[in-house]
């Protein structure tokens, strides 16, 4: 079933970490397994915060010498930063697997990349000015405690709560999803992609790399590789409602905008709130009453639409 979520202010920042808390918390019945954040802060010119994951959090409950794989790993990671003339201005390790970097690069991020996740075991989940892509296993509280997302600022964010039903229960097959070229980009999805496997094996001939088995990732890269070519975010998402077979409404945000898209048949919900200053949206209402408790129109988004916001 899933549950999205989105909200972007205009011309200002907010505590987005604690926003999207609340409304993905509403939404918990609609998936337990997982829950991600993709929010937007202030860029840093010259900065690029990397969150990356070193295990699976099923992995640290196993054992088997897990902690001294997941050191070398940290070891190898590093090095290959430095190998590439990356230098680390800030880490954190907020979880045994989880890491946050802020790093300073003025080469190729992409390659750069790359070559970090030919690591075993590594994941980059999101690499970019303004964006940190944060998920686990369990609900929204657990999660922002989990990782301390109560105090973030920012101006926009994106959200997702997970029922597991073409995928494994992991946090690589959580939303959100980021892909490469491009560093702010991040998905979330509530629906099915039924030509899933035929586009991606395209993409992957075009040179993409995909992270997991979730048909929710295509979108992700799809999106990476049409803004990669200069296509603008409304073009890709109204060329996706043509391109891409199944049922789906999704959310795209990039590092100073956010858009949503819904396919032919409209069967998965989307509610949406509009002022001059904020944009609200969620599968289901009560998320978006979590934030706005006062008296609220609503509209819900009729098929094939598409729409794009500024921050």
Same mark, same amino acid.
């Given at each position: 079933?899933?549950?999205?979520?989105?909200?972007?202010?205009?011309?200002?920042?907010?505590?987005?970490?604690?926003?999207?808390?609340?409304?993905?918390?509403?939404?918990?019945?609609?998936?337990?397994?997982?829950?991600?954040?993709?929010?937007?802060?202030?860029?840093?010119?010259?900065?690029?915060?990397?969150?990356?994951?070193?295990?699976?959090?099923?992995?640290?409950?196993?054992?088997?010498?897990?902690?001294?794989?997941?050191?070398?790993?940290?070891?190898?990671?590093?090095?290959?930063?430095?190998?590439?003339?990356?230098?680390?201005?800030?880490?954190?390790?907020?979880?045994?697997?989880?890491?946050?970097?802020?790093? +300073?690069?003025?080469?190729?991020? &992409?390659?750069?990349? !790359?070559? *970090?996740? $030919? #690591?075993? @075991? =590594?994941?980059?989940?999101?690499?970019?000015?303004?964006?940190?892509?944060?998920?686990?296993?369990?609900?929204?509280?657990?999660?922002?405690?989990?990782?301390?997302?109560?105090?973030?600022?920012?101006?926009?964010?994106?959200?997702?709560?997970?029922?597991?039903?073409?995928?494994?229960?992991?946090?690589?097959?959580?939303?959100?999803?980021?892909?490469?070229?491009?560093?702010?980009?991040?998905?979330?999805?509530?629906?099915?992609?039924?030509?899933?496997?035929?586009?991606?094996?395209?993409?992957?001939?075009?040179?993409?790399?995909?992270?997991?088995?979730?048909?929710?990732?295509?979108?992700?890269?799809?999106?990476?590789?049409?803004?990669? +070519?200069?296509?603008?975010?409304? &073009?890709?998402?109204? !060329?996706? *409602?043509? $391109? #891409?077979? @199944? =049922?789906?409404?999704?959310?795209?945000?990039?590092?100073?905008?956010?858009?949503?898209?819904?396919?032919?048949?409209?069967?998965?919900?989307?509610?949406?709130?509009?002022?001059?200053?904020?944009?609200?949206?969620?599968?289901?209402?009560?998320?978006?009453?979590?934030?706005?408790?006062?008296?609220?129109?609503?509209?819900?988004?009729?098929?094939?639409?598409?729409?794009?916001?500024?921050?």
């Amino acid at each position: 079933m899933c549950g999205i979520a989105g909200l972007i202010h205009k011309g200002k920042t907010s505590n987005i970490g604690s926003e999207m808390t609340s409304m993905l918390q509403a939404l918990k019945h609609r998936g337990p397994d997982s829950t991600g954040f993709a929010v937007y802060g202030e860029p840093s010119l010259g900065e690029y915060i990397m969150r990356v994951k070193v295990a699976e959090k099923e992995d640290i409950e196993k054992g088997h010498g897990i902690l001294d794989k997941i050191d070398a790993r940290i070891k190898e990671l590093e090095k290959r930063l430095s190998d590439h003339k990356a230098k680390i201005k800030e880490k954190k390790k907020v979880t045994e697997y989880a890491l946050r970097y802020i790093i +300073s690069h003025d080469g190729d991020t &992409e390659k750069m990349a !790359r070559f *970090i996740e $030919e #690591i075993t @075991g =590594v994941e980059i989940l999101s690499l970019g000015n303004g964006l940190e892509l944060i998920k686990d296993l369990g609900d929204a509280g657990v999660v922002s405690e989990q990782y301390k997302l109560d105090k973030f600022k920012g101006t926009h964010a994106i959200g997702h709560t997970r029922m597991a039903t073409e995928s494994d229960v992991d946090i690589r097959s959580a939303h959100p999803y980021w892909a490469f070229p491009y560093n702010d980009v991040a998905v979330v999805h509530n629906g099915q992609i039924t030509n899933y496997w035929i586009m991606r094996r395209e993409l992957e001939r075009k040179g993409h790399r995909f992270m997991s088995n979730c048909d929710s990732e295509l979108l992700a890269v799809y999106t990476a590789d049409n803004l990669s +070519s200069k296509v603008p975010l409304e &073009e890709s998402l109204k !060329r996706s *409602i043509s $391109e #891409i077979d @199944g =049922v789906f409404t999704y959310l795209v945000a990039t590092d100073n905008q956010l858009g949503m898209a819904k396919d032919t048949m409209a069967a998965k919900p989307l509610v949406l709130f509009e002022s001059d200053n904020l944009i609200a949206m969620a599968s289901e209402e009560v998320a978006i009453r979590s934030i706005l408790p006062q008296e609220i129109d609503t509209t819900d988004p009729y098929d094939e639409e598409v729409r794009v916001w500024q921050a």
